[in-house]
C-alpha cells in the first residue's frame, strides 16, 4: 500500500495514503480554501479517533504499527485485539469523536453571544467540524462491522453466545447494511456513499474471515506438521555434493550442522546457483530460521514469509524438524475442508 509517514504520536506513525493526496487535491479544486481546511480539521479529528483507539489497546499490550489515513476515513493497524479489553477498544474511538464535536459546537456558539470574535467563516468551519464528529462518533456505533460498534456489539453478546458466532452476527448486519446504503447510493446517484457501502461490505466479510482463519491457526501444532526426516550436512560440504544431494534426495534446501548436531546454517539451491563447484557450504550457508516445537502458528506463519523452509527445535535447542511452504499450503488446504466443524 503506497503510503508516507507524515509524523509520530504516543510512538504511533501517522501515514497519509498516496490517494488521500489526490483526493485533498481534488477538494481544494472543487471547494477552496474553506473546503481543503475543513477538510483538514476533520482527517485530523479521525487522527484523534484513531489515537483513542490506540491508547486504549495500548494499555493492553497491544502493538499498534500505524495509523493510516485513507480517503474515506482512517485506520490504526494494530495487532489483533485480546477480547476482554475488545470492549473498550472499540468503543474509545466514537468516545473521542463525541467529545470533539460538543467541544468544536460550544465554540461555534460563542459566535451567537459575542464573547470571542469569530467571523462567519470560523462559525461555519466550528460547527460543521463539530456536527460530522457528532456524526461520525454515531455512525460508528452501529452494531454492524467494520464500524466500532460491530465491535461494541460482539464484546457484549460473545459471553452468551461465543465469540465466532457473535462475529459472524455483527459481521451479517454489516454486510446488509451495505447493501441498503449501495441501493440508496445507486437511487441517489451519490458515488461517494456507494464506495462507503462497498469499503463496509468488504471490511465485514474480512472481520468474520479473519477471526475463521486465527481459528484455523489455533488448531494447528506445529510438531504435527513438520516432516522429521532431516537430511543434514555438515559445513564442509562442497556445493559440487550438494547438488548431488539434490538430484538424490529432490529437496531443494538443507541444514547445516556441525560435528556436534548443532544447527548453524541453512543452504538452498538458490545459494549455489552461481557459484563455483568447489565453494564450501560453510562460506555460503545463510542463519537459520528457527521455530520451537510448542511454538505458535502464527509466530511460524510470520517468519515464512522471509524464507522457504523453517526449522523446528525442542526445547534442549535440538533440531527436530523442517518446514517448508510446500508443508504450510497443503495444511491449510486439509484444514480448509473443516471449516464447517469450527464453533
Same mark, same amino acid.
Given at each position: 500500500?503506497?503510503?508516507?509517514?507524515?509524523?509520530?504520536?504516543?510512538?504511533?506513525?501517522?501515514?497519509?495514503?498516496?490517494?488521500?493526496?489526490?483526493?485533498?487535491?481534488?477538494?481544494?479544486?472543487?471547494?477552496?480554501?474553506?473546503?481543503?481546511?475543513?477538510?483538514?480539521?476533520?482527517?485530523?479529528?479521525?487522527?484523534?479517533?484513531?489515537?483513542?483507539?490506540?491508547?486504549? =489497546?495500548?494499555?493492553?499490550?497491544?502493538?499498534?504499527?500505524?495509523?493510516?489515513?485513507?480517503?474515506?476515513?482512517?485506520?490504526?493497524?494494530?495487532?489483533?485485539?485480546?477480547?476482554?479489553?475488545?470492549?473498550?477498544?472499540?468503543?474509545?474511538?466514537?468516545?473521542?469523536?463525541?467529545?470533539?464535536?460538543?467541544?468544536?459546537?460550544?465554540?461555534?456558539?460563542?459566535?451567537?453571544?459575542?464573547?470571542?470574535?469569530?467571523?462567519?467563516?470560523?462559525?461555519?468551519?466550528?460547527?460543521?467540524?463539530?456536527?460530522?464528529?457528532?456524526?461520525?462518533?454515531?455512525?460508528?456505533?452501529?452494531?454492524?462491522?467494520?464500524?466500532?460498534?460491530?465491535?461494541?456489539?460482539? =464484546?457484549?453478546?460473545?459471553?452468551?453466545?461465543?465469540?465466532?458466532?457473535?462475529?459472524?452476527?455483527?459481521?451479517?448486519?454489516?454486510?446488509?447494511?451495505?447493501?441498503?446504503?449501495?441501493?440508496?447510493?445507486?437511487?441517489?446517484?451519490?458515488?461517494?456513499?456507494?464506495?462507503?457501502?462497498?469499503?463496509?461490505?468488504?471490511?465485514?466479510?474480512?472481520?468474520?474471515?479473519?477471526?475463521?482463519?486465527?481459528?484455523?491457526?489455533?488448531?494447528?501444532?506445529?510438531?504435527?506438521?513438520?516432516?522429521?526426516?532431516?537430511?543434514?550436512?555438515?559445513?564442509?560440504?562442497?556445493?559440487?555434493?550438494?547438488?548431488?544431494?539434490?538430484?538424490?534426495?529432490?529437496?531443494?534446501?538443507?541444514?547445516?550442522?556441525?560435528?556436534?548436531?548443532?544447527?548453524?546454517?541453512?543452504?538452498?539451491?538458490?545459494?549455489?546457483?552461481?557459484?563455483?563447484?568447489?565453494?564450501?557450504?560453510?562460506?555460503?550457508?545463510?542463519?537459520?530460521?528457527?521455530?520451537?516445537?510448542?511454538?505458535?502458528?502464527?509466530?511460524?506463519?510470520?517468519?515464512?514469509?522471509?524464507?522457504?523452509?523453517?526449522?523446528?527445535?525442542?526445547?534442549?535447542?535440538?533440531?527436530?524438524?523442517?518446514?517448508?511452504?510446500?508443508?504450510?499450503?497443503?495444511?491449510?488446504?486439509?484444514?480448509?475442508?473443516?471449516?464447517?466443524?469450527?464453533?
Amino acid at each position: 500500500m503506497q503510503s508516507f509517514k507524515l509524523l509520530k504520536i504516543m510512538g504511533i506513525p501517522i501515514e497519509l495514503h498516496i490517494t488521500f493526496l489526490l483526493l485533498l487535491l481534488a477538494v481544494y479544486y472543487f471547494w477552496g480554501i474553506g473546503g481543503f481546511i475543513l477538510y483538514l480539521f476533520l482527517f485530523s479529528s479521525v487522527v484523534l479517533h484513531e489515537l483513542g483507539h490506540s491508547f486504549v =489497546a495500548k494499555k493492553y499490550g497491544v502493538h499498534i504499527e500505524k495509523i493510516l489515513l485513507l480517503p474515506i476515513g482512517g485506520m490504526a493497524i494494530m495487532d489483533k485485539i485480546p477480547e476482554k479489553g475488545e470492549f473498550k477498544i472499540a468503543i474509545a474511538g466514537p468516545i473521542v469523536s463525541m467529545i470533539l464535536g460538543v467541544l468544536f459546537l460550544t465554540l461555534s456558539s460563542f459566535y451567537d453571544i459575542n464573547l470571542l470574535k469569530i467571523d462567519s467563516m470560523e462559525y461555519l468551519l466550528f460547527s460543521t467540524v463539530g456536527i460530522l464528529n457528532i456524526f461520525l462518533g454515531l455512525f460508528n456505533l452501529l452494531p454492524a462491522f467494520p464500524m466500532d460498534g460491530g465491535r461494541i456489539l460482539r =464484546a457484549l453478546i460473545s459471553g452468551k453466545i461465543g465469540y465466532l458466532k457473535a462475529t459472524k452476527i455483527a459481521s451479517s448486519i454489516g454486510q446488509l447494511f451495505s447493501m441498503l446504503m449501495f441501493g440508496y447510493g445507486i437511487i441517489s446517484f451519490n458515488i461517494i456513499l456507494l464506495l462507503i457501502a462497498v469499503f463496509i461490505y468488504f471490511g465485514a466479510h474480512q472481520e468474520y474471515a479473519t477471526l475463521l482463519t486465527y481459528r484455523i491457526f489455533d488448531r494447528i501444532k506445529i510438531d504435527e506438521i513438520m516432516s522429521d526426516q532431516i537430511i543434514a550436512v555438515p559445513p564442509e560440504t562442497t556445493t559440487k555434493e550438494l547438488v548431488d544431494l539434490m538430484f538424490k534426495y529432490k529437496y531443494m534446501g538443507y541444514p547445516v550442522v556441525d560435528t556436534n548436531g548443532e544447527l548453524i546454517g541453512s543452504v538452498s539451491f538458490d545459494d549455489i546457483v552461481a557459484v563455483s563447484d568447489d565453494i564450501l557450504v560453510s562460506d555460503i550457508m545463510k542463519p537459520p530460521i528457527v521455530v520451537s516445537k510448542y511454538g505458535d502458528f502464527n509466530e511460524l506463519l510470520h517468519k515464512m514469509n522471509n524464507s522457504e523452509r523453517i526449522y523446528v527445535k525442542d526445547d534442549t535447542g535440538k533440531l527436530v524438524g523442517i518446514i517448508s511452504k510446500t508443508d504450510i499450503i497443503r495444511i491449510l488446504k486439509i484444514m480448509g475442508l473443516k471449516l464447517n466443524d469450527i464453533d
